[in-house]
């Protein structure tokens, strides 16, 4: 009960952090409408696993594209490891989020990748989908038939327009990097990302809820991709049988 008092109290609060020094000490525009974790903790200590993501796996010139990139957390460490002859691509369903996003992305910043944020949900196929706005965080609103618990319920349903990953190709410098999070409608993206993966093999992060990881497990298996714990240390990153919720995968 008091988590949902503090939620709805701080829910339209805006104010500027810092990455560490380790990212560039990069400014974002945060929330916490969109996960409490903004209110008081030091970015670097807001999602561990997310931001070790961007420094394991994303290089430098790298171009990276985020889905479901949220305030940008994610986007603004890789921009940061990928440097400025880079770019990031950073899409997100939520048009106050996407807000939040222009205004981090209009920032000064000489030693990063430009971050371009793009107003659309993904899916399998190109067309108009219903987005829903969680009750609780903004991160865990979801496409209509998608969504997590946490989410508290929907408040709000929107009509959005969805492309694919495999429709984006044909207007984006493809992806050495993809980070997936959109609860639960991973399995759907990827479908829709089936040519782009064939013909680039980008690294990709995916969230992997226990419903999904079988089927996530057979679509990689079938593209030749071995998967990893993306917040195992390094050392233990081994081969794994079925997804985890912070998974990495190769191409082989």
Known sequence: MLRSLVERLTRHLVFQRRLSSEFGAAALYVSPAAGLKFLGKP???ADPPLLGLARDYVHPGDVVWDIGANVGLFAFAAAA???????????EADDWLIRLLRKSAALPAAARAPVVPIAVAVAEHCGLREFQLAVRSRATSALAGYGHSTSGGFRESRTVVAVSLDWLMDFLPPPAFVKIDVEGAEPEVLRGASRLIARYRPRIACEVPVAI???VAAFFAARDYSLVDGAAPLSCRTPLTLPVWNTVALPV
């Open 43 to 45: 970015l670097a200590h």
């Open 81 to 91: 490891r990928a440097g400025p002859s880079a770019k990031v691509f950073a899409l």
């Open 213 to 215: 990881r079988e089927t």
